[in-house]
């Protein structure tokens, strides 16, 4: 997340505060975290909820282009160390499994 800027979600973009409504969920603002087991390690996944209902609500066919969706979304919003990106996508992918 870069100071100053917030993500919309529902976009798939970054929005300057002030200039667009949002909110990232950092000092306490509304924004929502669901803490997941990332490769064995407990994580705090900033707008989950939202990005996997965003996700959901593309009609994406193949199980790849979600993982690749959710993934990018939730870069959007949270920070995901380097090599860390396979674990982030198959945590995601079973949380969107899981969340009906």
């Given at each position: 997340m870069v100071r100053g800027r917030v993500t919309d979600i529902s976009s798939g973009t970054i929005v300057v505060p002030?200039?667009?409504s949002g909110d990232c969920g950092c000092c306490?603002?509304?924004g929502t975290v669901r803490v997941v087991d990332v490769g064995g390690q407990s994580v705090g996944i900033?707008?989950?909820d939202q990005i996997i209902r965003v996700v959901r609500g593309r009609g994406f066919?193949?199980?790849e282009d979600v993982k690749r969706e959710l993934l990018r979304l939730?870069?959007?919003a949270n920070y995901?160390?380097?090599g860390a990106a396979d674990a982030y996508r198959?945590?995601?992918w079973r949380e969107?499994?899981?969340t009906t």
């Open positions: 002030g200039k667009n306490g603002g509304p900033n707008k989950l066919e193949s199980e939730t870069r959007l995901v160390p380097p198959e945590a995601l969107y499994k899981e």
